[in-house]
């Protein structure tokens, strides 16, 4: 006999039994979501200037932020890269990333390219890794960093300062809304890692001493784009 068919009592089978049930409960499957109040969950209410939020959020958990215009990117690029000699860039071609390598080269900085060697090998060399963002959360001052054809691994793990260049457009207010977005794109655009980024890299000892930079950048800092 059948699982569909096995009695659940004397005479009863399981389809009549669970149907039973339903009708008792009034349910004609299985329930729905509890309701929940998104002023409970979501921090960063409609209508909020998400570039402010970020920044502050961002500043909070120590990164160094900015606000810049796209006329005024490339000064501010150069302001920061005065006393550099190598970086690694890792960012989608673009207005942006010709503004990098523009200034990168007219400093004379060497541009280690990261493809020459496997893994995260080459990024030690540099002492910047430039990086655009696939989002910034606002909500948490995060930035939001995927792997691909442009981009490394290592570019924002590796070398003792990471800067991130993010549009404002790139900026979401919370996960809730990062996440939104997973389900429509197919699996292949899908990146092979993510990494949500949340200030400098810091550890402790077992007496609690935060030392900063000892497993990944020591200086954030990020240039967002209005």
Do not use: C
Request: no cysteine.
């Amino acid at each position: 006999m059948s699982n569909d068919t096995a009695p659940s009592g004397p005479g009863l089978s399981r389809d009549v039994f669970v149907a039973r049930i339903r009708a008792q409960l009034d349910a004609s499957g299985p329930p729905g979501p509890p309701p929940s109040d998104s002023k409970l969950v979501r921090r960063v209410e409609d209508g909020a200037d998400l570039v402010a939020e970020f920044a502050s959020r961002a500043t909070e958990a120590g990164m160094a932020v900015e606000t810049v215009s796209p006329a005024t990117l490339r000064a501010q690029l150069a302001s920061r890269l005065d006393d550099v000699k190598r970086v690694t860039v890792s960012m989608s071609p673009g207005p942006r990333r010709d503004a990098v390598i523009d200034v990168v080269t007219t400093l004379g900085i060497e541009i280690i390219d990261w493809r020459r060697a496997s893994g995260v090998l080459a990024h030690y060399d540099a002492d910047v890794g430039i990086t655009d963002v696939a989002a910034a959360v606002a909500e948490t001052g995060t930035l939001v960093l995927s792997s691909g054809e442009h981009h490394s691994r290592g570019a924002f793990m590796v070398p003792p300062r990471h800067l991130a260049i993010v549009p404002r457009a790139a900026i979401v207010a919370d996960l809730v809304d990062l996440l939104a977005a997973e389900p429509g794109r197919p699996p292949h655009e899908r990146p092979a890692a993510t990494v949500l980024v949340s200030g400098p890299s810091k550890t402790a000892d077992i007496e609690g001493i935060l030392i900063t930079g000892v497993h990944g950048p020591g200086r954030v800092e990020v240039l967002v784009v209005v």
